[in-house]
Each structure stands twice: as C-alpha cells, then as structure tokens.
C-alpha cells in the first residue's frame, strides 16, 4: 500500500516527460494515487495525453485549462466534481516570461511582461486554489513549484525571480487563508534541471554544468526527486506542515556566488 493509495489529485503543468509536473505524476501514481492532469493548449494536448497513455488506468480525465481564462479553469471543475467529490491534492507548476525578459538588465523589464509574469506565475496559483478549495471538504495538500532566484539573484532569471517570490508570499497567505479549512499549501524549490523552460534562460547551461562540482551532494536535482517530494506532501505524513518552502536542489541553496549568483 503506498503513501497515495485510494486518493486523487489534480496537477497542471505536464510539458513532456522532462518536465517537473511529470515527475510528479509518476511519484503519485507509484504510490497508489489516482490523477487528473491537465494541458495548456492544442500544442501540448498529444503530447500530455501520450505519458497519460503510459500510467494507465490511474489517469481519470485528460482536460485542457490554461489558469489565466477563468470559463476554462470553471470548466475544468465541473469535470473534475464529476468524477470525485473529495480532491486530495492539487499540484501547481505553471509559470512563464517572456524569453526576451530572462537576458539583459532587470531595470529594462517592460510594464507588459512585468504583468504577464506575475500573473501566469503567481496569480494562477490563487485562481487554482481557490477552485479547488470547495472540493476539498475533508482538507487537502495544494503544492507549488518555486526557484532559488525568488530568493537570491540568478544571473538572467529576472522578472521570473521577482514572480516566484511573490509565489511563495501567496503561498504563507493562502496557508493561512485555507489552513481552517484543513488545506495545507507548500512550496517546493527545485534546483537547476533541464527543462524546456530552463534551457531558455541565458547561460543556464553554464550553471547547470557546475552544478556537480559545486553542490554539496555533488549531484543536480532529478525531476523524479521533486515527485518523490511532492508525494510526501500529498501524503498524511505532511498533515502537520503548510506555508512552507522546501529546496530540493542537492544543497544549492546553501551557497554563494559558486553557481554564478551576486
């Protein structure tokens, strides 16, 4: 019997099998969970619904919602209440700037894709809480996915780092908001891994190299490890943790200036 068994999620976020939200899901689908997962639009659907293909049964709905047109997120829960009046747990591991923002000088960053960060990174997390919420009437796990640069400055990550750190605020304040409710909300903080969002920022490969020379474990983070960490989360053996942020980055964030911050 694993740590998921006889419960069921909801994540967004699966790109393809590289991406952290993959991870995830088969943490969770390893440890008995059953899922619903979710794409953004028609360039993602064959993709997401070929690694649904690959779990099996323990997928129960395939649906498109993009976090930021609140008729798609509503339709999405009129699925999902269709299929379980009691959600488990959510995952959240959607986040985007405009590729032209992650290089140069922050103080260049344009009003316009200042606003998209934070909304498609920060905001979609309150859009998919607060769904979710009302088909959590025993309690629930929600987890997000946050980055070291909402804390210290990365070289190029920029408006992107700004967007996380206003993440993990939304996540103490929804902590506190939905914690009466029995709803924990966590953060987890992965380290640097090769995804396609990732190797869009300038010099990333750079810094990821470094990364067994210089981490404390000697190793970069495997999206299997964020999964295995979400499934904790999702599991009872958190029910006592919420407003957290958790770095799941081989002791990275324990550093200075190795991996090319200031």
């Given amino acids: 019997m694993g740590l998921l068994t006889g419960k069921i999620g909801l994540i967004y976020g699966v790109r393809n099998e590289r991406s952290m939200a993959w991870g995830c899901a088969k943490s969770a689908v390893r440890e008995g969970a059953s899922l619903i997962l979710t794409y953004l639009g028609d360039r993602e659907e064959k993709d997401v619904r070929t690694l649904a293909t690959s779990l099996g049964d323990a997928v129960k709905l395939v649906a498109p919602c993009d976090l930021t047109d609140a008729s798609q997120v509503e339709a999405l829960h009129t699925q999902v209440a269709g299929l379980t009046n009691n959600l488990d747990f959510m995952i959240h591991a959607v986040a985007f ?22 909304d498609v990174s920060a905001y979609t997390l309150v859009a998919a809480s607060r769904a979710a919420a009302p088909l959590m009437p025993k309690g629930g796990s929600i987890i997000t996915m946050t980055y070291l ?6 070289p190029n990550y920029n408006v992107m ?23 924990r909300v966590n953060a987890v903080s992965p380290g640097m891994t090769l995804t396609a969002s990732a190797v869009g920022i300038a010099g990333f490969r750079d810094m990821y190299k470094r990364i067994p020379e210089v981490a404390p474990l000697r190793k970069a983070t495997d999206p299997d490890e964020v999964g295995d960490t979400c499934a904790f989360f999702a599991s009872d053996l958190s029910r006592a943790i919420t407003g957290e942020v958790i770095h799941i980055d081989s002791g990275c964030h324990l550093l200075g200036p190795e991996l090319g911050g200031n």
Wanted: hydrophobic share 40%; charged share 25%; net charge neutral.
């Fill in 97 to 118: 700037a405009k590729r032209d923002e992650l290089s140069g000088r922050f103080s260049n960053t344009s009003q316009d894709g200042f606003a998209l960060a934070m």
């Fill in 149 to 154: 640069g909402s804390e210290r400055v990365v």
């Fill in 161 to 183: 780092g700004v967007a996380k750190a206003a993440l993990e605020a939304t996540v103490r304040y929804l902590a506190d908001d939905l914690g009466p409710q029995k709803i």
